[in-house]
């Protein structure tokens, strides 16, 4: 399962401009790399470093400071971890804020829709047919009931039940308790904003990357300064990917199963 902080470093990988490179030194708040190029002081600052390997693997930074005699790197605190000689990192300038790609991941979850995802969560009840939906399950689109409370479970499908506010309610009781109910619905992928956010595996990986880069572009084109050339190929390089990876790797989604309620 991809976390955020893994998703913006793939992304990073594919922006041009980016520096990659493998500390010398550093600690909870610095990186160090003696071998990285000249680049002026304050070149990164604003920008954001992507932690890529070791301890540290998967955590980005906003830079507040580069010296370029040192070729030092100050970030906030990663305390108690600490960057260390050998670990793999990127390096985006201040035109590719953290805030900025974020908000491009979130505008492709956005854009990629509700998919199909389940919940199994609920047990039945000889009591009752009237169970309180899991929080965030909602549109319901089949209910499955497993013939045995330990595997091989052998779901089967219910063909009476209904959907009633933040209700599921069962056309009978259930003649045995501890059977699991697994509930399909489809709803979209909640907003990601930290590192350890993670990213459902029931969608593509790589298309949520290229399509968050095509949308990261289009917020950079945006801006009154416009995109140069290299900004733009990259903008159509992404849009290609996105559109194929939609075509190739489409949403899960489910149609409604029939039910036969009989209430």
């Given amino acids: 399962m ?3 902080g893994n998703l913006l470093a793939q992304i990073a990988k594919l922006i041009p401009g980016s520096h990659q490179g493998t500390a010398t030194g550093g600690g909870a708040t610095t990186l ?9 002081d304050d070149h990164w600052n604003s920008g954001t470093l992507f932690l890529t390997s070791g301890t540290v693997a998967d955590k980005t930074a ?3 400071d580069f010296v370029s005699t040192t070729r030092t790197v100050t970030i906030p605190t990663l305390s108690p971890l600490a960057v260390a000689a050998g670990i793999n990192y990127i390096l985006l300038n201040s035109n590719y804020a953290r805030a900025e790609m974020v908000g491009a991941v979130n505008s492709a979850l956005t854009e990629i829709g509700p998919y199909l995802q389940n919940n199994d969560t609920l047990d039945t009840s000889t009591t009752t047919a009237v169970y309180t939906l899991p929080a965030g399950v909602t549109k319901v689109k089949r209910v499955d009931i497993a013939a045995n409370t330990t595997e091989p479970y052998e ?6 039940w209904r959907e009633v506010g933040a209700y599921l309610e069962l056309g009978t009781i259930p003649d045995t308790a501890g059977l699991t109910i697994r509930v399909w619905y489809e709803q979209p992928h909640a907003a990601v904003s930290a590192d350890t956010d993670t990213i459902d595996t029931d969608l593509d990986t790589a298309r949520v990357i290229w399509s968050a880069a095509y949308h990261l572009a289009l917020r950079l084109a945006s801006r009154p300064e416009g995109a140069d050339d ?3 190929d990259f903008m159509k390089m992404a ?3 996105t559109q194929r990876f939609s075509v190739e790797r489409p949403t899960p989604r489910m149609s409604r199963t029939p039910i036969y309620p009989r209430w």
């Fill in 155 to 160: 779901f089967t499908p219910s063909l009476d």
């Fill in 32 to 40: 160090i790399d003696t071998s990285m190029p000249a680049f002026i």
């Fill in 62 to 64: 906003v830079v507040s």
């Fill in 239 to 241: 849009q290609v990917q």
């Fill in 230 to 232: 290299k900004l733009m």
């Fill in 2 to 4: 991809a976390t955020l």
